[in-house]
């Protein structure tokens, strides 16, 4: 009963978040559940499901199974890292909402994904067209480039990738990566944007755990943790700390403000959840030493500074439940009950 009775509040609470003329579908796999869809594919793949339309994937102990995106679709779920020894309270159902696997085909371009689990797969579209402006948001991303029938030499333009915990393969050397907007996101894995194709690229404002390979881009308010493979090509690399001693990012200190010889200690809080631990320490020589952006002047380096900084756990800008009290029975033939629930907004 609890379970049903948050999720409906919760679907009714993220409804009033978007327009009227785009339906929200409910996606909820968990027993007794009366929802639009239980699981992924019947949703995105169901003809009444239009472009432009949202699928909210609720809470569950269960993966959603797998899809291919093959229209432009905005597909929400509640967030990560919401267990007793991350970041407790702010949903009430800690479980996460997980898709095992996004195809993304060309006709879906434009799509969004936020506050979802989720390992992106790239196949080639029709005629191995582009896929384009895709926007992937304060999620938990296990891989972004496995490859699926990917066309090497096909544009993928015009990404958005921030406010994200990633982990598994980002991007690979085949990929052409342009107009990308890479900010704000806990990186713990490589990012290969090496492809010689590859322009306009901004990755700014990141905390990185491993290798990186950049090609004609722009590389700023970073922070590196824990490696020695950084490859910068035609690339302007500005306001970036480093810790250890890197010899690959040699060539890149005493100019543009960058640094490096940091501990990790120095740097980062290092305490509370997976996330939560790449906060800054108090004291941190990364605290507003990042280059201008937009009108947040000296911001700070990494993933929590500058003007949109990363959201713990990946809770989705609209309404949450994170409390609800429900009877634990009530009597046959009863009309009516009292629940109490409490919500907030998130920015």
């Known amino acids: 009963m609890k379970t049903q009775i948050s999720t409906l509040i919760l679907a009714i609470l993220t409804g009033l978040s978007f327009s009227a003329h785009a339906k929200v579908w409910r996606i909820n796999n968990n027993a ?28 569950s102990a269960t993966d959603y199974g797998g899809i291919t995106i093959s229209k432009k679709l905005v597909l929400i779920g509640t967030g990560y890292f919401l267990d007793s020894t991350n970041n407790p309270g702010l949903q009430y159902n800690p479980n996460a909402a997980v898709i095992n696997g996004v195809v993304l085909d060309s006709a879906g371009t434009g799509s969004t994904f936020t ?10 579209g029709a005629g191995g067209s582009s896929i384009d402006n895709l926007t992937i948001t304060r999620c938990r991303v296990t891989g972004i480039g496995n490859y699926y029938g990917y ?16 982990t598994g393969n980002f991007g690979d050397g085949a990929w052409v990566m342009q107009n990308w907007d890479v900010s704000n996101n806990i990186v713990d894995t490589w990012i290969n944007m090496e492809n010689t194709a590859c322009s306009g690229n901004v990755i700014r404002n990141n905390v ?79 605290k507003q030493a990042g280059l201008t952006v937009g009108s947040v002047v000296k911001p700070d380096c990494g993933p929590f500074g500058g003007p949109d900084p990363y959201i713990l756990s990946g809770i989705p800008n609209i309404p949450a439940i994170y409390k609800l009290t429900v009877p634990a029975s009530i009597a046959s033939g009863t009309s009516s009950m009292n629940i109490t629930f409490s919500t907030r907004s998130n920015p």
């Open 151 to 166: 066309t090497p030499g096909t544009i993928l333009s015009g990404w958005k990738v921030n406010k994200n915990y990633i």
């Open 32 to 59: 007794g559940v009366n929802a639009d869809f239980t699981s992924a594919n019947a949703a995105v793949t169901n003809s009444a499901v239009q472009s432009g339309d949202t699928l909210y994937f609720e809470a």
């Open 208 to 286: 990185f755990r491993g290798a990186i390979h950049i090609v004609n881009g722009y590389f700023a308010n970073n922070l590196l943790s824990g490696w020695n493979d950084y490859v910068f090509t035609n690339t302007v690399v500005k306001n970036t700390l480093s810790a250890g001693t890197p010899s690959t990012f040699t060539a890149y200190v005493g100019s543009n403000n960058n640094s490096y010889g940091y501990t990790d200690v120095q740097l980062f809080a290092g305490t509370g959840s997976a996330d939560a631990k790449w906060k800054l320490a108090s004291g941190s020589p990364a």
């Open 115 to 124: 506050g979802l689990t989720v390992n992106f797969l790239i196949g080639p």
